[in-house]
């Protein structure tokens, strides 16, 4: 899989570094990677984030830094009626260094360090969202500032790797695009029934060498990642509707009731019906 290069050298003209907020109705699959550090904030969505090999669920307040050249996207789609929020900072690799270089930044070197894996801020400063805000909207020498006051915090910060260590991606021009229509596809029709030959067949390969494909592009099987898929929907609709478990399974793509609370259990480790409860108490 080659994911795409995604070049921000224009927005750093007049700037040591990139940093933004958008709102939209939907993360859409862009698998793709970068030369620089990046921070993105999910203030809003939820979703899948797929981060080298690591494929996990997100929620608000999803929070990560990536490391340089790391393959990594966020899809989902907000309900009607709402948006997702989100807070994005691109950090040039000789912009990280200049800080390193200080002897007042020894504790942030493992920091960048560790995020060649992408980290997963497990907790943070709660006026996070704020900081954040504050270096966008700053001007001048004051958007360094605050930027080094919100990395110095973050340093402090309780973290979990997500990518293994061992994830490179191939560079092949031949997959190129390959993973991107694949799960675009999947992400529109993933509520349906998708054979697997359907899915083979759109990238003109045998169902076993597909499956080779897959696993080896995203970390994760081909019926486990609709899996996720199907959970996710059905974990929506558990907690923000009041249909059945039954209308909630058939809703969500699975086929079966009795298959669909097997998946679940596997994947929450509880029922739908102990999740629903679990979660609509707290």
């Known amino acids: 899989m080659k994911p795409i290069l995604e070049d921000i050298s224009n927005n750093l003209l007049r700037s040591s570094f990139y940093a933004y907020s958008y709102t939209t109705t939907a993360f859409d699959f862009k698998w793709h990677f970068h030369p620089e550090y990046e921070l993105t904030y999910i203030i809003k969505g939820n979703g899948y984030r797929l981060i080298g090999n690591s494929h996990q669920e997100f929620f608000d307040d999803d929070f990560v ?35 390193l270089a200080f ?10 360090d560790k995020s060649n894996c992408g980290l997963l801020f497990k907790e943070f400063p709660v006026d996070i969202k704020q900081g954040l805000l504050d270096v966008i909207n700053a001007k001048g020498i004051e958007r360094v500032i605050r930027l080094l006051r919100v990395i110095s915090e973050l340093s402090f910060c309780q973290t979990t790797s997500l990518s293994s260590k061992i994830y490179k991606y191939q560079i092949n ?9 694949v799960c675009l596809f999947l992400q529109e029709n993933f509520l349906h029934h998708v054979s697997l030959k359907e899915v083979a067949d759109l990238l003109h390969m045998t169902e076993s060498n597909f499956c080779k494909f897959f696993k ?29 478990i ?37």
Request: contains cysteine.
């Open 65 to 99: 830094l990536i490391g340089p050249n790391l393959p990594h996207t966020w899809f989902g789609k907000a309900e009607e009626n709402e948006n997702f929020e989100a807070i994005v900072i691109q950090l040039p690799a000789d912009f990280v260094q200049r800080i």
């Open 103 to 112: 002897k007042e930044s020894d504790h942030l070197k493992e920091l960048f």
């Open 173 to 181: 021009e031949e997959m190129e695009n390959k993973i991107n229509k």
């Open 246 to 282: 039954k209308s909630i399974a058939y809703a969500s793509g699975f086929e079966s009731l009795s298959y669909f609370n097997r998946v679940f259990l596997k994947k929450k480790h509880v029922s739908p019906k102990e999740f629903r409860i679990k979660h609509l108490i707290t």
């Open 216 to 244: 080896k592009s995203t970390g994760i099987t081909f019926s486990n990642y609709i899996h996720e898929l199907r959970i996710n929907a059905a974990c929506k609709l558990l907690l923000h509707s009041d249909n059945n």
